[in-house]
């Protein structure tokens, strides 16, 4: 078994510990069992399952069965089965090995559309520009954070109404700093690639956004008009100059927005 897979997982990103303990029960449950079947069938390098829709005949979700896959073989995976996403995260991942997780986008030019689907009266307060920040959240927190790459991370009950009430979630932060927002386009050769600051993570009680992190963007205007879609991966550090070189390499464009 990978060293990181033990009972006591602890990782460092930044200067900060983290320490989470996964034990032999949570590792015999039934979608991390099916899935590693699968990953053991072959070449499986990601995995993703439309989970929300599958949520009327399952009894949990596979966030947890995706953290143990990742510390214990690399998989890459992809929440709702987003394709586009696992090949980004697995391209961004693999070559340049940073860590990387998908979550969604509500950008405060959304406005009342953002507000209601998080279930949120209102934006976090920002200090300036408005206009140039997201909100970002997924199923309640900030997404589906690995441990090896978490500065926090911890396992809760579920947030949403739509799966069942067993059901799990990971509520994990990435480090606070610069934070490239990267997502493969329709065309499948082309890289958007956004330069962003992650500032802080924001808390909104009986909600959908129970920790969500608000990232800062050159321009809101042109991201919102060039992003091409609401599912993104987010990778820590300023990557813009090593995705240039990456998609030279791999015979990929770049846009940047």
């Not at 067993?166 to 330069?195: C, E, H, Q, W, Y």
């Not at 956004?209 to 300023?238: Q, W, Y």
Request: charged share 20%.
């Amino acid at each position: 078994m990978h060293p990181r897979a033990q009972g006591e997982q602890r990782s460092r990103v930044g200067h900060q510990d983290v320490v989470g303990h996964v034990g032999s029960k949570a590792r015999d449950h039934p979608r991390h069992e099916a899935h590693r079947k699968v990953v053991e069938t072959g070449d499986v390098i990601a995995a993703g399952i439309n989970c929300l829709n599958e949520s009327a005949t399952s009894t949990t979700t596979p966030c947890l069965a995706w953290n143990l896959l990742f510390e214990e073989r690399g998989l890459m995976w992809g929440c709702e089965a987003d394709l586009t996403s696992m090949i980004t995260k697995t391209l961004v991942h693999k070559s340049l090995r940073v860590p990387v997780m998908m979550t969604n986008l509500y950008p405060f030019l959304m406005g009342q559309a953002a507000l209601e689907h998080e279930r949120i009266p209102f934006f976090p307060e920002v200090d300036e520009e408005p206009e140039n920040h997201i909100l970002v959240a997924h199923c309640g927190y900030f997404g589906v954070v690995p441990q090896s790459f978490a500065t926090e991370w911890a396992l809760r009950p579920r947030v949403l109404q739509i799966v069942n009430q067993n059901a799990n979630v990971i509520d994990a932060r990435f480090p606070v700093g610069p934070t490239t927002i990267v997502k493969i386009a329709s065309d499948m050769r082309t890289l958007t690639v956004s330069p962003s600051v992650l500032s802080t993570f924001t808390q909104y009680k009986d909600s959908d956004c129970l920790n969500g992190a608000v990232l800062r963007v050159e321009d809101g205007h042109r991201f919102v008009e060039g992003i091409p879609s609401h599912h993104v991966i987010l990778a820590t550090g300023d990557l813009r100059r090593r995705i240039d070189l990456m998609a030279s390499v791999l015979g990929m464009g770049v846009q940047r927005i």
